[in-house]
């Protein structure tokens, strides 16, 4: 199976708040996973991504946690800020190419 | 470091006519993806190449929808005969050369719109 199940589908956060944004994959043979962030009328940007042989990755604000037993991998963005508000997308690559999940439109509220 | 240039930005045709989208990839970048995304949903997968070489057609469309990247210029999608539920918004991805490299990296994307 080639899909990438992302939710929730949006969310709202308090401004320094934690944003958690959840998905989980059925394919084995991914081997990348990447989180992009994409504000509207404009391309998704690389965000911050994971090796399956890792269980965690943080830079600055932006943490991944990924679990591979489960299929499951995790975005968290500590310290919400309103320049946060986008929509975040997850991703799973095998054979060069992506998966997308559906997205989850994140709003901070100041 | 210029990133992925896509041009046009904004395609308006009507029903019947052929749209050409372009993209050129990052310096140093040999590797081109194109994704296209429908309106509140994710990007899909729709071809992958390499200079002068189609490498993974899977997510392309049987009909009407074909792609290249020559040797010399942009990588180009081609749309024949494009149709309402080709409106969409397009998206060019570059990667490195090097295997070890999974990054792809997005262009603004074109956002085609048919009448």
């Known amino acids: ?110 | 470091n210029a990133g992925v240039m896509q041009n046009p930005r904004h395609l308006v045709r009507r029903r019947g006519q052929e749209a050409r989208l372009r993209c050129s990839p990052m310096k140093g970048h040999s590797h081109v993806y194109w994704y296209r995304q429908l309106p509140e949903e994710g990007l899909k997968f729709m071809v992958y190449l390499q200079k002068e070489n189609i490498i993974d057609e899977s997510g392309m469309p049987k009909e009407r929808f074909s792609a290249e990247f020559p040797k010399e210029g942009p990588s180009i999608l081609r749309i024949q005969q494009v149709v309402r539920g080709d409106s969409a918004a397009y998206f060019c991805a570059s990667s490195p050369l090097s295997s070890t490299t999974y990054e792809q990296y997005f262009g603004p994307g074109t956002r085609l719109t048919v009448t």
């Open chain 1, 1 to 110: 199976q080639q899909q990438v199940k992302q939710s929730p589908q949006s969310l709202i956060v308090q401004k320094g708040g934690i944003s958690i944004i959840n998905c989980a994959y059925e394919n084995t043979a991914f081997d990348y996973f990447p989180w992009y962030q994409q504000f509207p009328g404009k391309g998704p940007a690389l965000l911050i991504a994971i090796r399956p042989d890792v269980s965690e990755k943080k830079e600055g604000r932006f943490t991944i946690s990924f679990n591979k037993s489960a299929k499951q991998f995790s975005l968290h963005i500590m310290d919400s800020q309103p320049g946060d508000s986008a929509t975040y997308f997850c991703a799973a690559q095998g054979a060069q190419k992506l998966v997308f999940g559906q997205g989850t439109r994140l709003t901070i509220n100041p």
